[in-house]
């Protein structure tokens, strides 16, 4: 059993930023496969970005050049650093750890992105 925390959500103007961070529990973190989740009301859950254990990173074409998913291994915890926010940014954040084809959630972080 993997437990996820996520933090750092939260009402940010366009154009601004914000670091999204999850926080996992176990001891095997580094081989885990981590990703950011988003779903915004009315719209299916959704890839933000993913690092796998090697440290290989993919995004969705929409946030590429603005959001970057990093690890610290030795803190268990998986970052997303959002820049140059947009009002269409606006879900409910989601980590996730897939583990031996398990996937793991957090609970779910709010970001809204609104004047």
């Known amino acids: 059993q993997v437990q996820l925390v996520e933090s750092g959500g939260g009402l940010v103007q366009p154009g601004g930023s914000l670091r999204l961070s999850c926080s996992a529990s176990?001891?095997?973190?580094?081989?885990?496969?981590m990703g950011w989740y988003r779903q915004a009301p009315g719209k299916q859950r959704e890839l933000v970005a993913s690092?796998?254990?090697?440290?290989?990173?993919k995004y969705v074409d929409s946030v590429k050049g603005r959001f970057t998913i990093s690890r610290d291994n030795a803190k268990n915890t998986v970052y997303l650093q959002m820049n140059s926010l947009k009002p269409e940014d606006t879900a409910v954040y989601y980590c996730?750890?897939?583990?031996?084809?398990?996937?793991?959630w957090g609970q779910g972080t709010q970001v809204t992105v609104s004047s």
């Open positions: 690092i796998s254990s090697g440290g290989s990173t």
């Open positions: 996730n750890a897939k583990v031996v084809q398990i996937d793991y």
């Open positions: 176990g001891t095997a973190f580094s081989i885990y496969t």
